[in-house]
């Protein structure tokens, strides 16, 4: 009901009952002699009865809802049959007013009402109770013409109350409306499915997964032709072209769930034939003996991401092999190499081994065994290389452990053997005194460390084993001298000069 239909509700009202009381009969002729008092109260009526039927109207006009014209009373008093004395009093004009009033007060809530559903175009979603209402509204048209305004604003009241519930079951409507619509896209009803998410987004433009359902259903007979096709070209074993195909169709849809999950399976294969080619790489590369490049493309199958146990027990598989391979070619160098008594080369050799696998046994106790001769023969090179420490009691001492713990190996091998017999020469021989001539000026006082003072002398001789000695000479005012020497080996000096030559002047200059 729109407001041009109250206007012609208004214009339909018999405006003449308002004056009735006024033009139900003839008016009388006045004398004119009657008193002044006469036509005063006469003149306060009339005016009274025009405030009722102009002025009140006026004051209803606030609402905005169109009024009647009043007509003049001389238009409608022929129309009038009732008797004078039957007319209305101002104060029932006034009532019928306030009821004529409150008629117009709810009818403008059912207008209000009427147009946002009609905004809402409540006739695509609820047209049955919003017909419904509007037949309630017209009831009360129909009484609202006859002045009949209490009955008319019950009607106006029925018909605002069913708008106002079709109204609040928007949320409802709208549910219902977007459960339809994705019912339709599931199965693949483009049309319905775009009807039914148009509708919901009229009741709220605002709803994103309207939105996006409205979207998907614009779509939907395209992304169906490309999954179509993505199946026969996966079926044709063209997985790159039905890959691109699915691509397309998530495109156009990111929602669609058959896209995705297809999708994902032909990526899988893809992955699937790219790790039995990468697979089959490899074991080529095994069978051309070939394990390091072997196991780079097992590794390259792992980081696939597809089958990664299978393609990590290949890896396993190699290095094990490859492994023993190592071993095997460590194991033949450590052989040499202890034949050879090239000790140190073969814990070397040891410790590669037990880096591929520290649990082997042999390598173990094979290491342990070669260290030891290995440190047993930097002692000897070390002895022999340096006999004349051997002047010193505690490097003696210690050299003499070292040759018995030689001789005590079975099975020692050419080289120890020979060490050890050198060694044992150097020994003895380093117990053998020899003659030194010391020669000095009498004025110096010698000494020789680790022998002792010898004091002052021109010529002297000591009896010394051989060895390093140091003779240290020291006179007043004169620098302190030092004489290095070593006594056998073939190195003994036909005689050591000690004596202090070089002053030492005082500060002062004296």
């Known amino acids: 009901m729109s407001e041009n239909d109250v206007e012609k509700l208004d214009s339909a009202e018999p405006s003449a009952n308002a004056n009735s009381i006024y033009t139900s009969s ?20 009339v005016l009274l009865s025009l405030m009722v039927i102009f002025v009140l109207p006026n004051i209803v006009s606030e609402y905005e809802l169109p009024l009647e014209r009043r007509v003049d009373v001389t238009q409608t008093a022929s129309s009038v049959s009732a008797p004078a004395e ?67 604003t019950s009607s106006y009241a029925e018909a605002r109350d069913q708008l106002g519930e079709l109204r609040q079951s928007i949320p409802t409507v709208f549910a219902r409306l977007l459960e339809e619509a994705q019912n339709a896209l599931d199965a693949g009803d483009a049309e319905t499915a775009a009807e039914r998410f148009s509708m919901t987004l009229l009741l709220d433009p605002e709803s994103q997964a309207a939105e996006i359902g409205l979207t998907r259903a614009r779509t939907l007979d395209e992304v169906t032709a490309l999954l179509a096709q993505a199946e026969d070209q996966a079926e044709d074993n063209e997985l790159e072209a039905a890959r691109a195909s699915l691509q397309n169709a998530l495109d156009l849809d990111a929602y669609y769930e058959e896209a995705q999950q297809r999708l994902a399976a ?35 199958a792992a980081s696939l991401g597809v089958n990664d146990e299978q393609a990590r027990a290949a890896i396993v598989q190699t290095e094990t092999n490859l492994d023993l391979a190592r071993i095997n070619r460590l194991r033949e160098s450590i052989a040499i190499a202890e034949s050879n008594e090239n000790w140190q080369s073969a814990v070397t050799d040891y410790d590669a081994v037990l880096a591929i696998d520290p649990n082997l046994t042999f390598a173990i106790e094979g290491r342990d065994y070669a260290a030891k001769r290995a440190q047993l023969n930097r002692l000897l090179v070390e002895a022999i290389n340096n006999p004349e420490r051997f002047a010193e009691d505690a490097v003696y001492n210690t050299t003499i452990d070292v040759y018995y713990t030689g001789r005590a190996i079975e099975n020692p091998g050419p080289k120890l053997v020979g060490q050890l017999d050198e060694l044992q020469v150097l020994l003895e021989n380093s117990q053998i005194p020899i003659d030194v001539r010391l020669v000095s000026d009498n004025l110096t006082d010698v000494t020789v460390l680790r022998i002792g003072q010898l004091g002052l002398f021109e010529q002297t001789s000591l009896a010394l084993k051989p060895g390093n000695y140091v003779a240290v000479g020291r006179r007043n005012g004169y620098r302190e001298v030092r004489r290095e020497f070593t006594v056998g080996f073939g190195k003994t000096p036909e005689q050591v000069i000690v004596q202090c030559e070089e002053r030492v002047y005082a500060t002062n200059g004296r």
Request: glycine share 4%; aromatic share 8%.
């Open 266 to 300: 032909v990526n899988s294969q893809i992955l699937a034939n790219e790790f039995s080619r990468i697979m089959s790489a490899g074991y080529t590369a095994l069978d051309n003996n070939d394990p390091d490049a072997a196991i780079a493309q097992f590794q390259r």
């Open 26 to 45: 003839p008016a009388p002729q006045v004398n004119s002699k009657s008193s002044t008092w006469r036509w005063i109260g006469l003149g306060s009526l």
């Open 86 to 152: 039957t007319a209305i009093s101002p104060f029932e004009e006034a009532q019928r007013a306030n009821q004529r009033r409150e008629a117009q007060e709810v009818l403008a809530e059912l207008l209000e009402i009427q147009a946002e559903l009609e905004a809402l175009e409540v006739e695509q979603w609820g047209q049955e109770s919003h017909e419904a209402a509007l037949a309630r509204a017209s009831i009360g048209d129909e009484y609202y013409r006859t002045q009949e305004f209490e009955i008319a």
